[in-house]
């Protein structure tokens, strides 16, 4: 089945990119033991069953794959970076996450291959390009949806401290994962907010510690790990923060930090202890890993799971809302959509599942009542197109098309139609007529001729659709 080659495919890359990161550990910390743990790590830690699990994580794993490959050719080959830089580009063009790759690159070659700034620099420097293209397209391209999310813009550098300590804490001790974490509420910073700033600033000062207990090796592992995260910290807003803060598929990269600090560790120590603590960690993050991958066999189990950590979650209802309309359970998935929709009022897409919804099961007065409150809110310029719309679809030609005609812009009402209304004609029994009486009314609105082909022939309709 297509979702078998595609949970095959992602199987395949982070097997790939397990492989590569323990090569990456082997010219980092020294091949032996170390590398090996630290590497199981890495493909067994709980937080990575959502990027290899969840078919749509397929990008990351292929952005992962192509980064840690340039990252081997880049410390292999130092003074003739192209090939490596070409690999970097790949992994951009996978994922715009990529462009930490570039970066993570000029760490290594500061801390570990003794390199001067200017120098690392420009060895990077193409590759450092494309980021930076990548960086400022996405920005643009995301710009008009990102404008409300996050928090002040004085307090984006405590919530990016803050994220990093969420992202630490759950690499060490990963309890409490979730599909879906709560948003984080601007106007709510609470204790846990600030405790988290706090550890996240103790992960920054690990990173320029001069002390000779902890291996240069390892705080080069932090400070990759901090580097790798930096794209979705909050530093600038994001597109996803809509849905949720945090994620664990965004720690994927990061985790190689993890395992090359875990990795130096385990070199530089013969205290057995270390070995056998480190080792029951990593069996631990196995068994739980297994434990979690299952979540993401249908949909209903991952909702499920995302509501027992966050009730509040509207991704979770809108799942569970999509899936019972798939199977044409529209009294099911009525109640999920509603609750999304409440929720989250400003999703469109929330409003327009709760609008077909409410179509689907002929609940025309719900409908327009519905419409007449999603009028209030300034987002939306649809309610006010659809609810003339209906008007005109239950026969009252004359009052839909004067609601038309006091609307701004009346011609922009065709783009709005909502052609799921009519896929079940029945509902709409004198629509035919109003149609023919709007159509006469306003000739030079096209669309009324589609609605009436629509609900001349709604079988047709379906087919073309």
């Known amino acids: 089945s297509p979702a078998a080659v ?17 090569e990456l550990l082997a010219a980092l910390a020294g091949a032996g033991l170390g590398a090996s743990v630290g590497a199981l790590l ?6 990575q069953p959502e990027a290899v699990a969840w078919c749509s994580s397929f990008t990351t794993l292929l952005c992962a794959v192509f980064g840690f490959a340039g990252l081997l050719l880049d410390l292999a080959a130092p003074k003739t970076p192209g090939l490596a830089s070409f690999f970097f580009v ?17 760490v290594l070659r ?22 930076a293209l990548a960086l400022v397209g996405t920005s643009l391209l995301q710009s ?14 405590f919530e990016a401290l803050r994220n990093l300590g969420f992202y630490a804490g759950k690499a060490l001790v990963p309890a409490g994962l979730s599909p879906n974490y709560p948003m984080l509420d601007p106007a709510r910073l609470d204790a846990a907010f600030w405790a988290g700033a706090v550890g996240g600033g103790l992960v920054v000062a690990l990173i320029f510690a001069r002390t000779s207990r902890i291996p240069v090796v390892a705080r080069t592992g932090v400070a990759v790990f901090t580097v790798a995260l930096l ?30 600090g875990l990795a130096a560790i385990l070199n530089a120590t013969r205290a057995r202890a270390i070995l056998v603590l480190s080792c029951a960690f990593v069996v631990a993050c196995g068994v739980l890993s297994s434990l979690r991958t299952g979540l993401w066999r249908d949909e209903l189990t991952l909702a499920d799971e995302m509501l027992s950590r966050n009730p509040g979650s509207f991704v979770a209802r809108s799942l569970r809302g999509s899936h019972w ?27 327009r599942n709760l609008e077909t919804n409410l179509a689907k099961l002929a609940r025309l007065d719900e409908l327009a009542a519905f419409y007449r409150s999603s009028e209030r809110r300034p987002k939306f310029t649809y309610p006010a197109f659809a609810l003339a719309n209906l008007t005109v679809l239950r026969g009252d030609a004359r009052e839909g098309i004067a609601a038309l005609r006091s609307l701004p812009e009346a011609k ?54």
């Open 6 to 22: 595609c949970h095959a495919a992602n199987v395949a890359l982070h097997l790939a990119a397990s492989l590569l990161v323990y």
């Open 42 to 47: 890495f493909a067994c830690h709980p937080l």
């Open 90 to 106: 790949a992994s951009i063009l996978s994922k715009p996450l990529g462009v930490v790759f570039p970066a993570i690159a000029f």
């Open 110 to 131: 500061l801390q570990l291959l003794g390199e001067k700034p200017l120098a690392a620099a420009k060895a990077l420097l193409l590759a450092a390009a494309v980021a």
């Open 144 to 157: 008009g949806e990102t404008a409300a999310v996050g928090i002040a813009t004085w307090l984006r550098p």
């Open 231 to 260: 794209p979705v910290l909050g530093i600038v807003p994001f597109l996803f923060q809509h849905y949720s803060e945090n994620s664990d598929r965004y720690a994927y990269v990061a985790l190689a930090g993890l395992s090359l």
């Open 325 to 351: 309309a798939y199977a044409q359970r529209w009294d099911l998935s009525l109640p999920e959509f509603r609750a999304a929709y409440e929720l989250s009022p400003e999703n469109a897409d929330h409003f």
């Open 412 to 465: 922009s009402w065709r783009y709005a139609i909502g052609e799921a209304l009519l896929r079940d004609a029945s509902v709409f029994p004198k629509a035919r007529a109003a149609l023919d009486d709007a159509r006469s009314a306003l000739p030079d609105y096209e669309c009324l001729t589609r609605l009436r082909e629509l609900t001349a022939n709604p079988g047709a309709a379906r087919l073309k659709r």
